[in-house]
């Protein structure tokens, strides 16, 4: 933390501890939450300041020290996914990948443009669910995954790199948005929901007959990023999480009744968790038993709930439940209620009897604990614990598995440990390592969807508060408030020993494997060679940079042509990145050391345009330029 936002924690948590509720300190919490259920205690403000100091002082990360985890924020509908460093929540880098992005070219350059794929001119994106992909249920700091809701795409972000380096625009669905990865053995699969019912193929058909709509659950081939299949469902899905054998997927579905409007959405008392049998889904589409849809070739299978299929089962559970986590221990699946104050604790190890219809759906709920209004998400801390985020009490509620259960089956036990205000309005949660076999309770993030007065005003529009929390020990203790910027849904935070970053690129790398096979058509080397080549009214440029010149310092163009820039960063030097940027033509891009990257542009404008490097690169980095010259048609 620097001194700003130490000050400003200091600042903000004085003024908490004036104004809350339901805060147990230290020494009164075992005695009150051992004496029933409603935790009321208030500590003092000046309780609070020091018991709140006390937790920051192990926290405190000194200017030049490196945090202990990284953490990735989806950035929601800004479409990029930023990365933190935990515990001081600095924000180290953003990693554009729905949205377009003037620093890097992202959008821009033909690079990421290949990456796009069809959905290249979309530059809007909604990004809720950062998660990394597993070995054995542990993070192997490999890749990450990220979904676009609005349009309809799951992205993959290399972690050697943290550039996006796959986009999979997913046919035959609308809007994905609950989505995890397969944690055992492998993430060989991305498992993602699509929201939003629609006609099958949606191609005008059935625009008046929402009973003809439907959604599906999406799986996706992680390694290629090519959909692997789609089961159809009933009702619309929300979130998802995978189980610890491999064999299970979870999703919550809200709207059982089929409904088009809020009201004929909320009739029913209970909507479901849908359970998907991967494996049985796998074994019918080798078998061949699937059909497609449209022109998509992806095979799909039915799964609603009246075809009483092999590969789901509905479980009910309170209407409209949200967040779906499976705990670090496997046991379990939790379905959190939002608009019931409960979360449903459904038994990962009776599923195999429930789909051989030896029990029936409800046999498999061990537990449905009271937390409070509004439980959207749930964490874990490794130790039995669990940490439910409360929207609308603006509540992190902590509470224990075992003991949830023992008092569904009539134990005179009390199963909540504590609940601590966060301000205001938290979403997700999420703890250090928290959904892999390694969760380690050290911290916990709240996603608070307001701010309100937690910091200066900056206008009607204000920012999130992600706030840090120490789970460390018997009581959670808030470190830390962080304004962020639209919407940091979910996040998920790896210790820093699984991520191994490269310091610079190397050139075999296939981002520009495209660029390499063109130089190659025209007979240049990206790494020695300053040259252009025309080819009717397409131009290439090629050119290399090494601080603070550019290859060339000038080319010719003519009026009307199409041309293509590439820059191969000869740079070897750690951090010493250049760009490339044309005056009035809409060009600006990244080159990171000995990378290459490209943009394509029509030179319209007869005259002078100077080219220049805008990423800070040398003592000379302002003499870093060069002219274009567009000679009139
Ligand atoms: Cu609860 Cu999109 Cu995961 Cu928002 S979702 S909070
Ligand atoms: Cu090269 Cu600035």
């Given at each position: 933390m620097d001194n700003n936002q130490e000050k400003s924690t200091e600042k903000s948590l004085t003024t908490l501890g004036m104004s809350r509720r339901g805060f147990l300190g230290a020494s009164a919490a075992s005695a009150a939450s051992l004496a029933g259920l409603t935790l009321t205690g208030v500590m003092t403000p000046a309780q609070f300041a020091q018991a709140a100091k006390e937790a920051r002082a192990n926290v405190h990360i000194e200017p030049g020290e490196l945090d202990e985890y990284y953490g990735f924020w989806s950035g929601g509908h800004s479409g990029e996914v930023r990365i933190m460093g935990i515990p001081s929540m600095r924000e180290l880098m953003r990693i554009p990948v729905f949205n377009m992005d003037a620093a890097t070219g992202w959008g821009l350059t033909n690079e990421s443009r290949l990456i796009k794929g069809?959905?290249?001119?979309?530059?809007v994106g909604d990004a809720h669910h950062p998660h990394m992909s597993m070995v054995d249920g542990r993070y192997d700091g490999k890749y990450l995954f990220i979904n676009d809701k609005i349009h309809t795409r799951v992205a993959r972000i290399r972690c050697d790199v943290m550039k996006c380096d796959k986009m999979l625009h997913i046919p035959n669905v609308q809007a994905i948005h609950g989505m995890r990865v397969q944690k055992v053995p492998y993430t060989k699969y991305v498992f993602c929901n699509a929201e939003f019912r629609i006609p099958h193929p949606n191609d005008g058909r059935d625009l008046n007959d929402p009973t003809k709509y439907h959604t599906m659950f999406n799986v996706i081939d992680a390694e290629k990023m090519e959909m692997a299949f789609q089961v159809i469902v009933d009702g619309n899905l929300d979130n998802t999480d995978a189980d610890y054998t491999g064999r299970w997927a979870a999703s919550t579905c809200y709207n059982s009744e089929e409904g088009a409007t809020l009201a004929e959405t909320m009739r029913n008392e209970r909507d479901w968790l849908v359970v998907f049998d991967i494996h049985a889904v796998e074994k019918a589409v080798a078998a061949g038993k699937f059909i497609t849809i449209g022109d998509s070739k992806v095979p799909v299978v039915d799964g609603r709930k009246k075809q009483k299929s092999a590969f789901t089962r509905y479980i009910p559970v309170p209407k409209s439940p949200h967040g779906i986590n499976t705990s670090p221990d496997g046991a379990y699946f939790i379905a959190n209620g939002k608009l019931s104050p409960t979360v449903t604790i459904i038994q990962v190890d009776k599923l195999d009897d429930l789909f051989a219809g030896k029990i029936s759906e409800r046999d498999t709920v061990v537990g449905e604990p009271e937390l409070g209004l509004g439980p959207l998400h749930t964490a874990f801390d490794g130790r039995g614990n669990a940490y439910t985020t409360l929207f609308i009490d603006s509540q992190i509620c902590k509470w224990n598995i075992k003991d949830a259960i023992a008092a569904y089956n009539g134990?005179?036990?009390?199963y909540l440990r504590q609940k601590l205000d966060v301000h205001?309005?938290?979403?997700h949660n999420h703890t250090t390592?928290?959904?892999?076999?390694?969760?380690?309770?050290k911290y916990l993030v709240s996603l608070s969807k307001f701010s309100k007065d937690r910091f200066l005003p900056v206008g009607p529009l204000h920012p999130e508060n992600d706030q840090l929390i120490d789970i460390s020990g018997d009581e959670m203790q808030l470190l830390h408030d962080g304004p962020t910027y639209a919407e940091p849904h979910d996040c998920m935070m790896v210790h820093r020993s699984k991520i191994k970053t490269k310091k610079i690129w190397t050139r075999d790398d296939p981002m520009f494997a495209e660029a390499r096979e063109i130089a190659k058509k025209d007979g240049v080397t990206l790494e020695g060679d300053n040259k252009v080549i025309r080819d009717g009214k397409k131009v290439r440029v090629y050119m290399t940079s090494i601080a603070p010149t550019y290859g060339m310092t000038e080319f010719n163009v003519k009026q009307g042509d199409e041309v293509t820039v590439f820059i191969t960063n000869l740079d070897m030097v750690e951090d010493v990145t250049h760009g490339f940027a044309i005056c009035e033509h809409n060009v600006c891009m990244e080159i990171g050391p000995q990378a290459t990257a490209s943009i394509t542009f029509k030179a319209d404008k007869p005259g002078v345009y100077w080219y220049y490097c805008?990423?800070?690169?040398?003592?000379l980095h302002m003499e870093m330029r060069g002219r274009m010259l567009v000679e009139k048609a």
């Open positions: 069809d959905s290249v001119d979309a530059v134990d005179k036990v009390n205001y309005q938290p979403g390592m928290g959904e892999t076999r390694d969760a380690d309770g805008q990423w800070f690169c040398h003592a």
